[in-house]
């Protein structure tokens, strides 16, 4: 065995095993084996323990130790992520796309802290083609992770987008802080703004504001959770109304629940029963 480099290297032949081991931080190159031309039995000792061929006789394996290749550039990007009410995106997963429409690529991915703190990088073109070129724009959604490899075009998302977007800068990382928008709300029939009523996990006395009145159904769509919107985990368990005659009437979504028809009717109270903490998006009075 030959090391035709001025680095130190060990290499143990056992039972037709080749085992070179370099420094940390370089790869081990097999320039000839036998007289064969140079083989691709090669990797990045930082990474691996060792670099193992399987050969003949070691009689005639030459190598060197060279610098390890480079790591592909990635931008970062840290700071906090909140959603809309201004409360931690703890849990939520974070992901960075790059491009629109049907080009779309997905190029990095996070997990937010439980306060909220989040550090994401941000893959490249050479890493995965139509991802970050310098002067690309980055954008984030926060939310249930898509669960899509990298280099990939996401088909259905349940996340939403969190602003502001970024500029791809290769090895540089940038502080930045996330705040993921409103979910849609459905349009009010006398165009007025929505606001916010937090909901604790429990149950919550509500006043309606619906004008024209709502049905029970309708009241239980404007409830989202603080931190998922992904509709195939709703927060909600139940609306509940007392009519006049002291019956309560009920909406909710869990399996074989009875729900009652009826509307309610502006200033109305309502309870609304959820399991986590979400919020109810009602018209403005």
Do not use: K
């Amino acid at each position: 065995m030959v090391n035709r480099s001025d680095r130190p290297a060990t290499a143990v032949f056992d039972g037709g095993e080749l085992t070179i081991t370099g420094p940390a931080g370089t790869a081990v190159e097999i320039l000839e084996i036998l007289g064969a031309p140079p083989t691709a039995c090669s990797a990045v000792i930082g990474q691996w323990d060792s670099v193992r061929c399987t050969v003949g006789s070691p009689a005639r394996v030459a190598f060197a130790v060279v610098d390890a290749p480079a790591p592909a550039p990635v931008a970062r990007f840290a700071g906090q992520a909140t959603v809309f009410t201004g409360d931690p995106a703890a849990g939520l997963t974070l992901e960075a796309y790059v491009g629109e429409g049907p080009a779309e690529t997905l190029c990095g991915r996070a997990v937010v802290g439980a306060d909220g703190a989040y550090t994401i990088a941000v893959a490249g073109a050479d890493a995965f083609p139509g991802c970050g070129r310098l002067g690309d724009l980055v954008r984030f959604r926060l939310g249930p992770s898509t669960g899509i490899p990298f280099g990939a075009r996401p088909v259905v998302t349940h996340s939403l987008p969190a602003a502001p977007s970024a500029v791809f800068r290769p090895g540089e990382t940038v502080a930045l802080d996330l705040r993921r928008a409103a979910p849609p709300a459905p349009p009010d029939p006398r165009g007025r703004s929505r606001e916010v009523v937090r909901l604790p996990s429990g149950c919550t006395h509500v006043v309606a504001t619906w004008t024209e009145g709502a049905d029970l159904a309708e009241v239980a769509a404007a409830v989202w959770s603080v931190l998922s919107p992904d509709p195939a985990r709703p927060p909600l368990e139940a609306v509940w109304r007392r009519d006049a005659d002291g019956r309560f009437r009920a909406w909710s979504p869990l399996p074989g629940a009875p729900n009652d028809a009826g509307r309610v009717g502006e200033g109305e109270t309502v309870t609304i029963c959820v399991r986590a903490a979400a919020f109810l998006l009602r018209p403005v009075a």
